[in-house]
């Protein structure tokens, strides 16, 4: 009888074969020349955004070449032959484009290489980690939120700050037991036009927004002059500030000011044209600036019975829980003023019944609902602490990734040991 059964290196190759047949697309994408000029310019990418940084800094250059398909950029004026080059625009390919191709790199040689055998399967889940990890950098780029929360000693709050990006917000205080608020987020500032909402009394007409200007308090005698000049209600016209546009800064150290000229209309008659303007360090800062500008916080505006209160603020999203401070301290290294340590005694409050205990401080933050808490900053003198907060929905896949990977190793190794081990076990020894 003829013998029907093929040797298993056989099997294998023919399964793989099968796989090139179904997928033939797929082949091109699997090579390993890709992957090497994929790579080649991964780290031209990383050299071109870490000399950006000192122009636009870290933020600035993570938007411009790593959160974008491809960046811009020009020759340094530094570098040789500047006099030449500087003018000219040199596309780079940006990470969501090269991390992509990446990806799908992988994926083809995957597919198109996998071999299900003890000695492949090392390799298999190597390239398996390296894939989530790359997937979940991509996941972190597009949807990780970064945020604040500031509390003061003894005091509790149930809402975060966006560190960019503001909104203009009306809060109706009449009621002194519950507040309603209406808020136009940015991404509606920045179009512009006519908003209405059905608890708000009136339209809010956007005139001018941006996201930094320059700031200056004229003195009473001089006439008003640039983007306020418009501006005759509120705070904006009795300080008789001059505002003059500037680009934003993404600097480490940058201070962004945003600003939004808007009117109040009722029944098609204006109620006059307002000035609104956000500190980056919070609101309640424009009273230690100038008691002039303190207004900014919560400019008041009486309408039908009703105390309404107007602030460009940083974007809020509210908690279904809320967290308490009940005590901070910071170590100092010895005769320094080197922070050692930042640490925040606080209380999660779920509900009125649940509530927990923690400790927050460098490198041990607090997780809940979906966010990390870390210890950002401390004011002891001020009795306030501030977290930073992070949303990262695919914050387990890099944990998934290296597991596989360090399994995938530890199998390769120990695989590769003990084949050379029965080897040389069976290797005949002279007498």
Known sequence: ??????????????????????????????????????????????????LEQVRIGIRGAQAEFFESFYGIWYYPDQFWGSEFLSSLPIPIPGGYLLGGL??????????????????????????????????????????????????????????????????????????????QVVAIPQELLEKGGTFNH???PFDVRVRKFDRNCEVTIKQPDQSRQGLSKEVNRGVGFTSNLFLKEKEEDYSMDGLNFSFVVFDLI??????????????????????????????????????????????????????????????????FYQGTEIPFNFESRV???LD??????????????????????????MNKAADYSVFQVIRNPSWLLPYLACILVSIGLLWQFSFHLFSFLRKHKSTPRLA
């Open 1 to 50: 009888m003829p013998d029907n059964k093929q040797p298993r290196n056989n099997r294998k190759k023919s399964s793989v074969g099968s796989r090139r047949k179904l997928l033939p697309w797929l082949i091109p994408f699997a090579s390993v020349r890709l992957t090497l000029s994929l790579l080649s310019l991964s780290m031209i990418l990383i050299f071109v955004a870490t």
């Open 352 to 377: 009125e019944k649940q509530k927990r205990d923690a400790l927050v401080y460098m490198n041990t933050p607090l997780r809940h609902g979906g966010k990390t808490f870390y210890q950002y900053q």
């Open 102 to 179: 990446l990806i799908l790199n992988l994926i083809a040689a995957f597919i198109v290489r996998f071999q299900w055998s003890s000695k492949k399967i090392g390799i298999q889940l190597i390239h398996l980690g390296i894939i989530l990890l790359l997937i979940g950098q991509m996941i972190t780029q597009a949807k990780q939120v970064e945020s604040r929360m500031m509390i003061n000693k003894g005091e509790t709050s149930n809402y975060i700050e966006r560190f960019h990006g503001v909104e203009l917000a009306f809060t109706n205080v009449t009621d002194a037991s519950q507040n």
């Open 266 to 331: 009722n029944e098609n008659e204006s109620m006059g044209t307002w000035l609104a303007l956000t500190h980056p360090a919070g609101n309640h800062v424009w009273e230690s600036v100038s008691p002039q500008l303190a207004d900014f916080a919560f400019q008041p505006l009486r309408y039908q019975g009703n105390l309404w209160g107007m602030t460009l603020r940083h974007e809020r999203e509210y908690l279904p829980f809320s967290i308490t401070l009940r005590s901070i301290a910071n170590e």
């Open 347 to 349: 209380t999660l409050n």
């Open 198 to 200: 059905k608890d708000l």
